[in-house]
């Protein structure tokens, strides 16, 4: 086989060996994509389980002062402390928790089929006592005004709550962790890191309340342990550790941010999570990882 043939067989398996490396990168960016849009839908689906329980917590509260009756009102308001306790367990669960978003979501409902035998029960006993107010059109057209001014009263409570809720929350992206050395370069194993350095950014958003805003960022380690000199927060309704602090003046813009740790413990290999918290919200989450 003379050296001609050689060349254009080595550079013909050169060609393939490329176009199937190029094939797994654009795959697995591919993938990579797919599985971000999973975890939006996730926590858009999330959002909307906790509105949906929001409104029947609401709703049962309502209807207790549509009725006259010991017993239903009883039974009513077992029933709303039983939403609102899901409500809680629906919000300490992370989107990405399948198992425990589908109970909750079955859990879900249950509730629509109690609401509406609920729902069933207090229109036949309002159809009754229309009838006997009909004797009445005074108390008739008093209850009528208070029923309009209920439903004025909630239609206000539900899109103030809506608003603050959703549309004021902060959100933090392009989060990075990176680990430098005693001499501030880049750090590649996890023995050699001595500061961490996260960045992100704070998110424009013009609904959003303006002024000075502590934000916190909590490092786990693999073990699921936080990297933390002992400072805490509080986060629905306990306190958590975090890792450092900073506060920043948000005047609804972009903002972006940089928070440096002194290492003076032992980082052990693995995953780490990093979580940031603002105005008592997890407001961005991201993960990196360290070898030996």
């Keep these: ?23 797994l990168a654009f795959s697995l960016h591919q993938k990579n994509i797919e599985n971000e849009e999973m975890l939006m839908l996730a926590e858009m689906d999330k959002r909307e389980m906790e509105n949906e329980y929001a409104q029947f917590a609401v709703q049962y509260s309502e209807m207790k002062t549509q009725i006259n009756n010991d017993s239903l009102i009883a039974q009513l308001d077992r029933e709303q402390r039983r939403t609102e306790e899901l409500l809680e367990e629906l919000k ?18 249950t509730l629509r089929t109690i609401m509406r035998g609920y729902i069933m029960e207090i229109d036949s006993l309002n159809r009754l006592n ?5 004797e009445n059109k005074k108390v008739k057209a008093q209850y009528n005004e208070a029923q309009t001014h209920i439903s ?6 539900e899109t103030l709550t809506e608003k603050v809720a959703i549309a004021s929350q902060l959100d933090a992206t392009s989060i990075t962790v990176t680990g430098k050395n005693k001499r501030g370069k880049t750090a590649k194993k996890i023995k050699d ?12 958003n013009i609904t959003a309340s303006t002024g000075i805003r502590p934000v916190y960022v909590r490092i786990l380690r693999p073990a699921n342990t936080v990297v933390t000199s002992g400072g805490t927060f509080a986060y629905e309704n306990r306190q958590l550790e975090y890792t450092v602090m900073k506060e920043i003046e948000y005047t609804g813009e972009e903002h972006p941010v940089t928070l440096y740790w002194d290492v ?7 995953r780490y999570r990093v979580d940031i918290f603002c105005d008592g919200n997890n407001i961005g989450t991201s993960y990196f990882e360290y070898e030996k």
């Excluded at 300490?92 to 409902?109: D, F, G, H, P, T």
């Excluded at 229309?130 to 009909?134: G, S």
């Excluded at 004025?152 to 409570?157: H, I």
Aim: a positive charge; proline letters at 1%; zero cysteines.
């Design 1 to 23: 086989m003379d050296k001609k043939r050689i060349i254009i067989i080595a550079a013909t398996v050169g060609i393939a060996v490329l176009g199937v490396v190029s094939y």
């Design 92 to 109: 300490r669960v992370k989107s990405n928790n399948a198992k425990e978003i589908r109970r909750l979501k079955q859990e879900l409902a």
């Design 130 to 134: 229309q009838a006997l107010a009909k």
């Design 152 to 157: 004025s009263l909630t239609t206000e409570k």
């Design 193 to 204: 890191v001595k500061k961490f350095v996260i960045d992100f950014v704070i998110t424009k």
């Design 264 to 270: 003076a413990e032992y980082l052990s290999p693995g």
